[in-house]
């Protein structure tokens, strides 16, 4: 899956980050944060697009990825001092 152009995937990258330095305890799973996490701009962006940039913070330490039992995912913010999951 690829975004229709670099420059999305950079501005989605950077509202994801902008959140977490916002809400630094704030935890969900990709539904959640792309309805609950990023501006009306990236409305049209897909569950398979935002997973590939959650991925890629989460390939910075800036986010951490839980699987949970259920098979499902939760993204939460790495903690200061502690190395990522």
Request: glycine residues 8%.
């Amino acid at each position: 899956m690829t975004f229709p152009d670099d420059s999305t995937a950079v501005r989605l990258e950077r509202a994801l980050r902008a959140y977490l330095t916002e809400h630094p305890n704030a935890a969900d799973n990709a539904l959640g944060i792309q309805r609950w996490w990023l501006p009306e701009e990236f409305a049209f962006v897909g569950i398979g697009e935002l997973v590939l940039a959650l991925r890629a913070i989460v390939a910075t330490g800036q986010l951490v990825e839980h699987h949970l039992p259920d098979g499902s995912v939760v993204y939460t913010a790495a903690r200061a001092g502690k190395p990522p999951a």
